[in-house]
């Protein structure tokens, strides 16, 4: 055998031997850790059932990792506003306990609520809201158990947290011990401030909204005979605004109390369904000038029937009366007739087409070119002035309202 495979040989054996070290001491590590297992959590030493002795205790625990809880007692928490809730145990129970060699035990468990928030919605959809995360002891009272809050950072959230509706703006730790019949029990809160996100209620509510109103106002441009489509569009334009009111709504809970929206909507319904109002008060006024114009020219053509009957009266008194006279055949319809008659229809005339006394807002209202039912054209054109001035008013005082004024029952 020569020197070379003689040094292999060696390094072979040596490395077998290190190997076998290598797992003894795994094996003698695995041994240790499962004494201590068997030391700690032995059916003699420890109970589950029981709860700890605490710091003062003569007991100490050495470090140690779990992943099963029932193994080490604990606490009997609970979520005091709980509604629904389940664990994590996909592809293990997700779920670890840390035992430090002062005893101290940590307790680590994902789990997803849903939690129960009262909310105060008059300020729907520009509000804030609070909602608490409540944990408290079920059965143990302040005697044996009290909760405490880690000093300094005791609630750690995650910084891109993102939610569809609303932004976390602050959050606060508090105490909220309770006390019943059976005794005091320790509890612990946080308090969630959300804002609720503007954007998406601007653009499929209030900008909606607002362009139905300016549409329903297109009817004030439209001519006075257009009778189906000044109908047919504030029919519309009332029944989307009814139907977009009812969407909303249906989204909320029922509540007793006028919420910001409802405000808002009430409003601008209001304004559709003036609108359709107007076309119906212009309507009338048209039909009520054209019976009043007919009847006016009716009159003056009686009484300027009457006028000329009166002067072929009186000129045929005139020639009964003159012997003298010669008899000429001559129209009497033609016949010039009395002239202080004539004076006094001309007179009639010039009174009855005289108009009173103007002032500002009657020459203002002149300037727009009018037929002879004037009664209903103006009321379109006051129409297109009032509502559109009314309905910025609105504007200004509702959003200086509800964006300006503070939440009543915050307490941050």
Not at 34 to 42: A, H, P, Y
Request: aromatic residues 12%; contains cysteine.
């Amino acid at each position: 055998m020569g020197t070379g495979n003689f040094f292999w040989v060696i390094f072979y054996f040596a490395s077998l031997c290190s190997a076998s070290l290598a797992n003894n001491a795994k094996i003698n590590f695995r041994e240790k850790e499962k004494k201590v297992l068997d030391q700690i959590l032995g059916a003699g030493k420890y109970d589950a059932r029981i709860r700890p002795s605490g710091i003062n205790g003569t007991g100490r625990l050495k470090y140690l990792t779990l992943t099963e809880a029932n193994r080490v007692w604990m606490p009997d928490l609970f979520f005091s506003n709980e509604k629904e809730g389940h664990f994590h145990n996909i592809i293990m129970p997700n779920v670890y306990i840390r035992i430090f060699p002062n005893g101290s035990v940590l307790y680590s468990i994902r789990i997803s609520l849903t939690l129960a928030c009262p909310m105060n919605l008059k300020l729907y959809p520009l509000d804030r809201q609070i909602c608490s995360l409540r944990m408290a002891s079920y059965g143990w009272t302040t005697n044996d158990l009290v909760f405490l809050w880690k000093e300094g950072d005791p609630v750690q959230v995650v910084k891109n947290l993102h939610l569809p509706r609303f932004t976390l703006e602050k959050f606060l730790t508090d105490y909220c011990n309770s006390k019943t019949n059976t005794g005091e029990y320790s509890c612990l809160k946080v308090d969630l401030l959300f804002k609720r996100e503007f954007s998406y209620y601007l653009i499929q509510i209030y900008i909606p909204c607002c362009m139905l109103v300016i549409v329903s106002w297109v009817s004030f441009w439209l001519d006075q005979g257009a009778v189906p489509a000044r109908v047919s569009l504030g029919v519309t334009t009332l029944l989307t605004m009814a139907t977009q009111t009812s969407g909303i709504n249906a989204s909320l809970p029922p509540v007793s109390y006028t919420k910001a929206i409802d405000v808002w909507t009430g409003v601008c319904l209001t304004f559709v369904f003036g609108a359709l109002l107007e076309f119906a008060l212009v309507n009338y006024a048209s039909r009520s000038g054209s019976n009043k114009a007919n009847m006016h020219k009716e009159n003056m053509k009686k009484k300027r029937r009457d006028l000329e009957q009166a002067s072929i009266d009186a000129a045929s008194d005139l020639l009964d009366t003159d012997s003298n006279a010669t008899f000429a055949m001559k129209p009497l319809v033609r016949h010039p007739g009395d002239p202080l008659a004539l004076e006094k229809l001309r007179q009639c005339e010039v009174h009855m087409q005289a108009p009173k006394r103007p002032n500002c807002c009657k020459t203002w209202l002149s300037k727009f070119p009018t037929r002879q039912c004037s009664r209903s054209k103006r009321i379109d054109v006051i129409s297109r002035i009032t509502f559109p001035l009314v309905f910025a008013l609105f504007n200004l005082v509702y959003w200086s309202t509800y964006l300006f004024r503070e939440e009543e029952d915050e307490t941050f």
